[in-house]
């Protein structure tokens, strides 16, 4: 079984890539193929529906995400919502080359969230694209997304044990659910 992880921010100090390591750590400790994607390194071209499917970049996130039977998004909270970094690689990597050579690599997934934020506020930021996701490519969203935000970090920039353990029943929920479906008989794809 694979669950890989995205990290979506391109701050230097991003608390959701910090999140993101954990929750990659956690998975492999629990013996779990896991890769950590950091889209700061991958730095995808801007989508263009056209030529962005020739490029290498593509070609490399469209294998790994499409072969994962789970997928973990980390995201910073913007303005009340996962960051445009995120969105652009699910418009990336969900969509379908013209000639039909290949099916979006996100269809049937499980997701999980996790999102850091200054305040307590945005705990729903995931929620558009988790919709979006569910209606387009038939994904299975994990309860127990992770929402982390500023009074969940101690001075030394380490998690408190609430947010541990909201993290640890996020992983444990996320690979149940992922090893529960893995055997499923059903494949989608474009469908209403």
């Known amino acids: 079984?694979?669950?890989?992880?995205?990290?979506?921010?391109?701050?230097?100090?991003?608390?959701?890539?910090?999140?993101?390591?954990?929750?990659?750590?956690?998975?492999r400790n629990r013996s779990i193929q896991s890769e950590l994607i950091d889209l700061k390194e991958v730095n995808p071209p801007n989508f263009d529906?056209?030529?962005?499917?020739?490029?290498?970049?593509?070609?490399?996130?469209?294998?790994?995400?499409?072969?994962?039977?789970?997928?973990?998004?980390?995201?910073?909270?913007?303005?009340?919502?996962?960051?445009a970094e995120l969105k652009k690689l699910i418009e990336y990597i969900g969509s379908t080359p013209m000639d039909g050579s290949l099916k979006g690599a996100l269809f049937d997934k499980v997701i999980t969230?996790?999102?850091?934020?200054?305040?307590?506020?945005?705990?729903?930021?995931?929620t558009t694209l988790a919709s979006s996701l569910m209606l387009d490519f038939k994904c299975i969203i994990n309860p127990y997304n992770v929402y982390?935000?500023?009074?969940?970090?101690?001075?030394?920039e380490s998690l408190i044990d609430e947010a541990q353990k909201r993290i640890e029943k996020s992983v444990k929920v996320m690979i149940e659910l992922t090893t529960l479906l893995k055997p499923r008989t059903y494949s989608s794809t474009w469908e209403i």
């Open 148 to 156: 982390i935000h500023n009074r969940h970090w101690n001075e030394e």
């Open 113 to 126: 969230f996790v999102n850091a934020a200054g305040l307590p506020h945005s705990y729903m930021a995931y």
């Open 1 to 27: 079984m694979k669950i890989h992880v995205i990290s979506s921010s391109l701050s230097d100090e991003s608390r959701s890539r910090k999140v993101a390591h954990i929750y990659h750590r956690r998975l």
């Open 49 to 83: 529906n056209s030529s962005i499917f020739q490029t290498e970049v593509y070609k490399n996130l469209h294998m790994k995400l499409d072969e994962a039977d789970g997928l973990v998004f980390a995201s910073p909270v913007y303005n009340w919502g996962c960051c």
